[in-house]
């Protein structure tokens, strides 16, 4: 339609930050993506893990991170999952902190707070301790919390 000789058009439609969240994939069904997509030993390691950390706690939340990175959460990040050729590389973000008595962690040692497991093809992870540094995670990450926010977890979930 013309109105005085111009074009009249329809505004473009605006996708809210809100409705653009909601169109996106969560982070559960991007890590089952990148798992899919790794159609070999990576993507098999990858399930196995995240199998692991949901065995140890069914509440973990499971975020997507740094353009890219498969994250497990409870009550603060418990690792992350990379993938590489030649590793999947599981990074623990308070892991100095944490006991090793099976020594699982391989990588990132000379660090004052990460620790790192780097899985090699052929690798296979001791799932018990694999499973305690899970827990001590856990647990490190709620003793990190402050009190007031301690109490009030602790109440919503008494009346959830």
């Not at 809210?16 to 982070?27: D, I, L, N, Q």
């Not at 690792?79 to 020594?103: H, I, N, Q, R, S």
């Given at each position: 339609?013309?109105?005085?000789?111009?074009?009249?058009?329809?505004?473009?439609?605006?996708?809210?930050?809100?409705?653009a969240a909601a169109s996106e994939?969560?982070?559960?069904?991007?890590?089952?993506?990148?798992?899919?997509?790794?159609?070999?030993?990576?993507?098999?390691?990858?399930?196995?893990?995240?199998?692991?950390?949901?065995?140890?706690?069914?509440?973990?939340?499971?975020?997507?991170?740094?353009?890219?990175?498969?994250?497990?959460?409870?009550?603060?990040?418990?690792?992350?999952?990379?993938?590489?050729?030649?590793?999947?590389?599981l990074t623990f973000a308070k892991?100095?902190?944490?006991?090793?008595?099976?020594?699982?962690?391989?990588?990132?040692?000379?660090?004052?707070?990460?620790?790192?497991?780097?899985?090699?093809?052929?690798?296979?992870?001791?799932?018990t301790a694999f499973k305690a540094?899970?827990?001590?995670?856990?647990?490190?990450?709620?003793?990190?919390?402050?009190?007031?926010?301690?109490?009030?977890?602790?109440?919503?979930?008494?009346?959830?």
């Amino acid at each position: 339609m013309a109105i005085g000789g111009d074009l009249m058009t329809q505004p473009k439609a605006r996708t809210t930050p809100r409705a653009a969240a909601a169109s996106e994939p969560s982070a559960s069904q991007q890590i089952d993506a990148r798992i899919q997509s790794l159609d070999d030993w990576r993507g098999e390691t990858l399930a196995r893990i995240r199998s692991l950390i949901h065995q140890v706690d069914p509440a973990v939340v499971e975020t997507w991170k740094w353009r890219g990175v498969p994250v497990w959460e409870h009550d603060g990040i418990l690792c992350t999952g990379e993938t590489y050729k030649a590793a999947v590389k599981l990074t623990f973000a308070k892991g100095a902190a944490l006991p090793d008595p099976k020594g699982l962690f391989n990588a990132s040692l000379e660090g004052n707070t990460r620790r790192a497991i780097d899985l090699h093809e052929g690798e296979t992870i001791n799932a018990t301790a694999f499973k305690a540094l899970i827990r001590a995670a856990i647990a490190r990450n709620r003793a990190a919390k402050p009190p007031a926010a301690a109490a009030r977890a602790k109440a919503s979930q008494r009346s959830a």
